[in-house]
Nanobody, 118 residues
C-alpha cells in the first residue's frame, strides 16, 4: 500500500517562506514523477510544480522564480521551497506521485494547508 504524507504547511505572513515535504512509502517504481498541486477554496486543483526521478523540473508560471521543487530519491521524498509568499498562494497543497508500467499508477497525499496572511 502506497502512502504519501505531507508536512510543513502553516500560517505565514506575506513575503515569508515555507518548506513543504512529502514522504512516500510503500511499493513505488523508482522511475516516476512527483508533483505538487494546490487547491484554493472554490477553485479547481492546479499543478504547481513537478520533478522527474531524473531531476527535470517544471513550474507553473505563477510560482516561477519563487518556488523550488526538489527530491531525494533515496528517501522517496519531494520538497517544495516556497519563498516570497503571497496571499493568493493560500491553498491546500497536495503531493502526487505517478508513473506508467503497463498501466497508470497515480497516488495522492492528504494535503497540507498553507495560509498566507498578515
Amino acid at each position: 500500500q502506497v502512502q504519501l504524507v505531507e508536512s510543513g504547511g502553516g500560517l505565514v505572513q506575506p513575503g515569508g517562506s515555507l518548506r513543504l515535504s512529502c514522504a512516500a512509502s510503500g511499493s513505488i517504481f523508482s522511475i516516476n514523477t512527483m508533483d505538487w498541486y494546490r487547491q484554493a477554496p472554490g477553485k479547481q486543483r492546479e499543478l504547481v510544480a513537478s520533478i522527474t526521478s531524473g531531476g527535470s523540473t517544471n513550474y507553473a508560471d505563477f510560482v516561477k522564480g519563487r518556488f523550488t521543487i526538489s527530491r531525494d530519491n533515496a528517501k522517496n521524498t519531494v520538497y517544495l521551497q516556497m519563498n516570497s509568499l503571497k496571499p493568493e498562494d493560500t491553498a491546500v497543497y497536495y503531493c502526487n506521485v505517478h508513473y506508467y508500467i503497463f498501466r497508470s499508477y497515480d497516488y495522492w497525499g492528504q494535503g497540507t494547508q498553507v495560509t498566507v496572511s498578515s
